[in-house]
T-cell receptor, first 114, second 112 residues
Framework: AQSVAQPEDQVNVAEGNPLTVKCTYS??????LFWYVQYPNRGLQFLLK??????LVKGSYGFEAEFNKSQTSFHLKKPSALVSDSALYFC????????????FGSGTKLNVKP | DAGVIQSPRHEVTEMGQEVTLRCKPI?????LFWYRQTMMRGLELLIY????????DSGMPEDRFSAKMPNASFSTLKIQPSEPRDSAVYFC??????????FGEGSWLTVV
Protein backbone atom coordinates (compact mmCIF):
# COMPACT_ATOMS: atom_id res chain seq x y z
CA ALA A 1 0.00 0.00 0.00
CA GLN A 2 1.11 3.54 -0.71
CA SER A 3 2.00 5.64 2.31
CA VAL A 4 4.08 8.50 3.61
CA ALA A 5 5.61 8.76 7.07
CA GLN A 6 6.90 11.84 8.82
CA PRO A 7 8.44 10.44 11.99
CA GLU A 8 8.76 13.74 13.83
CA ASP A 9 5.73 15.70 14.99
CA GLN A 10 7.94 18.67 15.75
CA VAL A 11 11.44 19.87 14.90
CA ASN A 12 13.15 22.64 16.83
CA VAL A 13 16.14 24.49 15.43
CA ALA A 14 17.96 27.74 16.14
CA GLU A 15 17.98 30.48 13.55
CA GLY A 16 21.02 30.20 11.31
CA ASN A 17 21.44 26.47 11.87
CA PRO A 18 20.74 23.88 9.21
CA LEU A 19 17.39 22.12 9.35
CA THR A 20 16.14 18.73 8.23
CA VAL A 21 12.55 17.52 8.15
CA LYS A 22 12.30 13.80 7.54
CA CYS A 23 10.04 11.86 5.22
CA THR A 24 9.92 8.22 4.15
CA TYR A 25 7.55 6.74 1.63
CA SER A 26 6.19 3.48 0.29
CA UNK A 27 4.87 3.17 -3.27
CA UNK A 28 4.41 0.35 -5.70
CA UNK A 29 5.97 2.10 -8.70
CA UNK A 30 8.18 5.08 -9.32
CA UNK A 31 7.47 7.76 -6.74
CA UNK A 32 6.46 11.31 -7.44
CA LEU A 33 7.41 13.15 -4.25
CA PHE A 34 6.39 16.58 -3.01
CA TRP A 35 6.87 18.96 -0.10
CA TYR A 36 4.27 21.52 0.95
CA VAL A 37 4.35 24.20 3.64
CA GLN A 38 1.38 25.53 5.60
CA TYR A 39 1.59 28.80 7.48
CA PRO A 40 -0.99 29.54 10.20
CA ASN A 41 -4.49 30.07 8.84
CA ARG A 42 -3.35 29.48 5.26
CA GLY A 43 -3.62 26.76 2.66
CA LEU A 44 -0.85 24.38 1.70
CA GLN A 45 1.77 25.92 -0.56
CA PHE A 46 3.90 23.90 -2.96
CA LEU A 47 7.63 23.95 -2.13
CA LEU A 48 9.30 21.44 -4.42
CA LYS A 49 8.93 18.08 -6.12
CA UNK A 50 10.93 15.14 -7.38
CA UNK A 51 9.79 13.32 -10.48
CA UNK A 52 13.00 12.06 -12.05
CA UNK A 53 16.58 13.13 -12.62
CA UNK A 54 18.95 14.69 -10.10
CA UNK A 55 18.39 13.35 -6.60
CA LEU A 56 18.84 16.80 -5.08
CA VAL A 57 15.87 19.03 -5.82
CA LYS A 58 15.84 22.75 -5.16
CA GLY A 59 12.66 24.62 -4.37
CA SER A 60 11.19 27.82 -3.02
CA TYR A 61 12.55 29.90 -0.12
CA GLY A 62 15.97 28.19 -0.22
CA PHE A 63 14.66 24.74 0.57
CA GLU A 64 15.95 21.59 -1.04
CA ALA A 65 15.22 17.90 -0.71
CA GLU A 66 17.22 14.80 -1.36
CA PHE A 67 15.68 11.72 -2.92
CA ASN A 68 17.23 8.48 -1.67
CA LYS A 69 15.82 5.45 -3.43
CA SER A 70 17.58 2.82 -1.33
CA GLN A 71 16.32 4.36 1.90
CA THR A 72 12.96 5.37 0.39
CA SER A 73 13.41 8.81 1.87
CA PHE A 74 12.85 12.36 0.72
CA HIS A 75 14.12 14.62 3.49
CA LEU A 76 13.61 18.37 3.33
CA LYS A 77 16.64 20.53 4.10
CA LYS A 78 17.76 24.11 4.37
CA PRO A 79 21.34 25.22 5.10
CA SER A 80 20.38 28.15 7.33
CA ALA A 81 16.99 28.37 9.03
CA LEU A 82 15.01 31.57 9.41
CA VAL A 83 12.43 32.37 12.07
CA SER A 84 9.99 32.92 9.21
CA ASP A 85 10.41 29.25 8.19
CA SER A 86 8.39 28.26 11.26
CA ALA A 87 5.36 26.45 9.85
CA LEU A 88 3.81 23.04 9.28
CA TYR A 89 5.48 20.94 6.58
CA PHE A 90 3.85 18.11 4.68
CA CYS A 91 5.49 15.44 2.58
CA UNK A 92 3.36 13.83 -0.11
CA UNK A 93 3.70 11.05 -2.64
CA UNK A 94 1.80 10.53 -5.83
CA UNK A 95 0.95 7.04 -6.92
CA UNK A 96 2.70 6.50 -10.24
CA UNK A 97 0.07 3.97 -11.21
CA UNK A 98 -2.84 6.21 -10.33
CA UNK A 99 -1.95 9.84 -10.66
CA UNK A 100 -5.12 10.96 -9.01
CA UNK A 101 -4.08 9.46 -5.69
CA UNK A 102 -2.06 11.79 -3.52
CA UNK A 103 -0.91 10.57 -0.11
CA PHE A 104 0.07 13.11 2.55
CA GLY A 105 2.12 12.60 5.65
CA SER A 106 0.86 13.70 9.04
CA GLY A 107 2.89 16.89 9.00
CA THR A 108 5.90 18.17 10.96
CA LYS A 109 5.80 21.43 12.87
CA LEU A 110 9.03 23.33 12.42
CA ASN A 111 9.93 25.81 15.14
CA VAL A 112 12.85 28.13 14.42
CA LYS A 113 13.95 30.09 17.47
CA PRO A 114 15.86 33.37 17.31
CA ASP B 1 -3.36 32.96 -12.48
CA ALA B 2 -5.61 33.61 -9.50
CA GLY B 3 -5.09 30.15 -8.07
CA VAL B 4 -7.76 27.96 -6.53
CA ILE B 5 -10.53 30.14 -5.14
CA GLN B 6 -12.68 29.02 -2.25
CA SER B 7 -15.68 30.60 -0.58
CA PRO B 8 -16.66 31.35 2.05
CA ARG B 9 -13.35 31.75 3.88
CA HIS B 10 -15.08 31.52 7.25
CA GLU B 11 -18.48 30.18 8.18
CA VAL B 12 -20.15 29.80 11.55
CA THR B 13 -23.44 27.95 11.51
CA GLU B 14 -25.80 26.25 13.88
CA MET B 15 -26.12 22.51 14.14
CA GLY B 16 -28.69 21.17 11.71
CA GLN B 17 -28.19 23.89 9.12
CA GLU B 18 -27.08 23.23 5.57
CA VAL B 19 -23.57 24.32 4.65
CA THR B 20 -22.36 24.81 1.09
CA LEU B 21 -18.69 25.34 0.32
CA ARG B 22 -17.61 26.49 -3.12
CA CYS B 23 -14.51 26.08 -5.21
CA LYS B 24 -13.20 27.43 -8.48
CA PRO B 25 -10.20 25.42 -9.70
CA ILE B 26 -7.28 26.79 -11.67
CA UNK B 27 -8.26 27.24 -15.29
CA UNK B 28 -7.16 24.27 -17.39
CA UNK B 29 -6.83 21.88 -14.47
CA UNK B 30 -9.01 18.82 -14.96
CA UNK B 31 -8.71 17.19 -11.54
CA LEU B 32 -10.28 18.62 -8.40
CA PHE B 33 -9.92 17.45 -4.82
CA TRP B 34 -11.73 18.19 -1.57
CA TYR B 35 -9.74 17.72 1.64
CA ARG B 36 -10.63 18.19 5.28
CA GLN B 37 -8.09 19.15 7.94
CA THR B 38 -8.54 18.73 11.68
CA MET B 39 -6.11 18.57 14.58
CA MET B 40 -7.16 15.03 15.41
CA ARG B 41 -7.17 13.47 11.94
CA GLY B 42 -4.82 15.68 9.97
CA LEU B 43 -5.43 16.05 6.23
CA GLU B 44 -8.08 13.73 4.81
CA LEU B 45 -9.06 13.32 1.17
CA LEU B 46 -12.85 13.42 0.93
CA ILE B 47 -13.43 13.11 -2.81
CA TYR B 48 -11.78 13.84 -6.12
CA UNK B 49 -13.08 14.52 -9.61
CA UNK B 50 -11.46 14.02 -12.97
CA UNK B 51 -13.00 15.84 -15.94
CA UNK B 52 -15.99 16.75 -13.72
CA UNK B 53 -16.70 13.10 -12.89
CA UNK B 54 -16.40 11.86 -9.28
CA UNK B 55 -13.71 9.18 -9.29
CA UNK B 56 -13.33 8.28 -5.64
CA ASP B 57 -15.64 9.39 -2.85
CA SER B 58 -14.55 6.78 -0.34
CA GLY B 59 -13.33 9.51 1.99
CA MET B 60 -16.71 11.17 2.33
CA PRO B 61 -17.58 10.55 5.97
CA GLU B 62 -21.34 10.06 5.74
CA ASP B 63 -24.40 10.58 3.62
CA ARG B 64 -24.70 14.04 5.08
CA PHE B 65 -21.80 15.02 2.82
CA SER B 66 -22.20 15.45 -0.92
CA ALA B 67 -20.08 17.02 -3.64
CA LYS B 68 -20.81 18.08 -7.18
CA MET B 69 -18.87 19.44 -10.10
CA PRO B 70 -21.37 20.68 -12.68
CA ASN B 71 -18.66 22.12 -14.93
CA ALA B 72 -14.90 22.45 -15.22
CA SER B 73 -14.77 25.71 -13.30
CA PHE B 74 -16.97 25.08 -10.29
CA SER B 75 -17.48 22.57 -7.51
CA THR B 76 -19.49 22.46 -4.30
CA LEU B 77 -19.23 20.48 -1.09
CA LYS B 78 -22.46 20.34 0.86
CA ILE B 79 -23.12 19.22 4.40
CA GLN B 80 -26.75 18.67 5.34
CA PRO B 81 -27.51 18.62 8.21
CA SER B 82 -24.31 19.95 9.78
CA GLU B 83 -23.03 18.74 13.14
CA PRO B 84 -20.43 20.18 15.55
CA ARG B 85 -18.00 17.38 14.66
CA ASP B 86 -17.95 18.71 11.08
CA SER B 87 -16.03 21.75 12.31
CA ALA B 88 -12.79 21.77 10.35
CA VAL B 89 -10.92 23.49 7.56
CA TYR B 90 -12.04 22.31 4.14
CA PHE B 91 -9.57 22.66 1.31
CA CYS B 92 -10.16 22.47 -2.39
CA UNK B 93 -7.24 21.67 -4.69
CA UNK B 94 -6.76 21.19 -8.41
CA UNK B 95 -4.16 19.92 -10.86
CA UNK B 96 -3.39 18.21 -14.10
CA UNK B 97 -3.01 14.46 -13.43
CA UNK B 98 0.58 13.54 -12.73
CA UNK B 99 1.49 17.10 -11.93
CA UNK B 100 1.47 19.29 -8.83
CA UNK B 101 -1.63 19.82 -6.71
CA UNK B 102 -2.40 23.45 -5.85
CA PHE B 103 -4.52 24.28 -2.84
CA GLY B 104 -6.96 27.05 -2.10
CA GLU B 105 -6.80 29.04 1.12
CA GLY B 106 -9.49 26.90 2.73
CA SER B 107 -12.95 27.35 4.19
CA TRP B 108 -12.93 27.48 7.99
CA LEU B 109 -16.17 25.92 9.21
CA THR B 110 -17.46 26.11 12.77
CA VAL B 111 -20.71 24.35 13.64
CA VAL B 112 -22.13 25.35 17.02
Amino acid sequence: AQSVAQPEDQVNVAEGNPLTVKCTYSVSGNPYLFWYVQYPNRGLQFLLKYITGDNLVKGSYGFEAEFNKSQTSFHLKKPSALVSDSALYFCAVRDGGNFNKFYFGSGTKLNVKP
Amino acid sequence: DAGVIQSPRHEVTEMGQEVTLRCKPISGHNSLFWYRQTMMRGLELLIYFNNNVPIDDSGMPEDRFSAKMPNASFSTLKIQPSEPRDSAVYFCASDLPGNTIYFGEGSWLTVV
